[in-house]
């Protein structure tokens, strides 16, 4: 009396592209089955008109019993939108205790949200990041902005470049 012995090891799931925008195909990559008295049929179906996950299920047979289920899950997502941030044109450098307004950002979609602050008091680089959210998805855009001392304009710094073995020195 012979019985089969079914091992998972005799199929596997062939590679995939498993999440698609919606709108798109979507082409099912299928299964491997490895022995020859095997074989599948495909359980599920991917709407890919509508956003969502979806399961497929490959019912793995032999002689039309069924001795195993692979299952691929595919995701349909909302396309993202071609979002456009563009800086305002701005002051990025000031003087310490110099007053800084901020030019703002315009966005082709959605609304700009700005964040970070610049400390006008405090020598040092900050940056203002603007953000806008559509479906889920956030889009940034940042300005640096140059906090600078006030150097003493009567002390002349001179710098000098002479050559020394194909490197320059200062």
Same mark, same amino acid.
């Given at each position: 009396?012979?019985?089969?012995?079914?091992?998972?090891?005799?199929?596997?799931?062939?590679?995939?592209?498993? +999440?698609?925008?919606?709108?798109?195909? *979507? +082409?099912?990559?299928?299964?491997?089955?490895?022995?020859?008295?095997?074989?599948?049929?495909? =359980?599920?179906? %991917?709407?890919?008109? #509508?956003?969502?996950?979806?399961?497929?299920?490959?019912?793995?047979?032999?002689?039309?019993?069924? %001795?195993?289920?692979?299952?691929?899950?595919?995701? =349909?997502?909302?396309?993202?939108?071609? %979002? +456009?941030?563009?800086? #305002?044109?701005? @002051?990025?450098?000031?003087?310490?205790?110099?007053?800084? =307004?901020?030019?703002?950002?315009?966005? #082709?979609?959605?609304?700009?949200?700005?964040?970070?602050? !610049? $400390?006008?008091?405090?020598?040092?680089?900050?940056? !203002?990041?603007?953000?806008?959210?559509?479906?889920? *998805?956030?889009?940034?855009?940042?300005?640096?902005?140059? %906090?600078?001392? !006030? @150097?003493?304009?009567?002390?002349?710094?001179?710098?000098?470049?002479?050559?020394? $073995? #194909? $490197?320059?020195?200062?």
């Amino acid at each position: 009396v012979f019985s089969y012995i079914f091992k998972p090891s005799a199929c596997e799931l062939l590679p995939g592209l498993d +999440t698609v925008f919606a709108g798109e195909s *979507w +082409t099912d990559g299928g299964v491997d089955l490895l022995d020859p008295s095997l074989a599948y049929s495909v =359980v599920g179906d %991917v709407d890919t008109e #509508n956003a969502g996950r979806y399961i497929v299920e490959y019912d793995i047979t032999h002689e039309d019993e069924v %001795v195993y289920t692979l299952k691929r899950i595919v995701n =349909v997502v909302e396309p993202v939108a071609l %979002v +456009t941030i563009t800086l #305002n044109p701005g @002051v990025t450098t000031i003087l310490v205790g110099e007053d800084y =307004v901020d030019a703002g950002a315009t966005t #082709n979609l959605g609304t700009v949200v700005a964040s970070g602050t !610049v $400390d006008i008091y405090s020598a040092g680089v900050y940056k !203002v990041t603007y953000s806008v959210s559509i479906n889920g *998805w956030v889009f940034e855009k940042s300005r640096y902005v140059y %906090v600078v001392t !006030v @150097v003493d304009s009567t002390d002349t710094l001179q710098l000098v470049a002479r050559k020394e $073995d #194909n $490197d320059y020195e200062i």
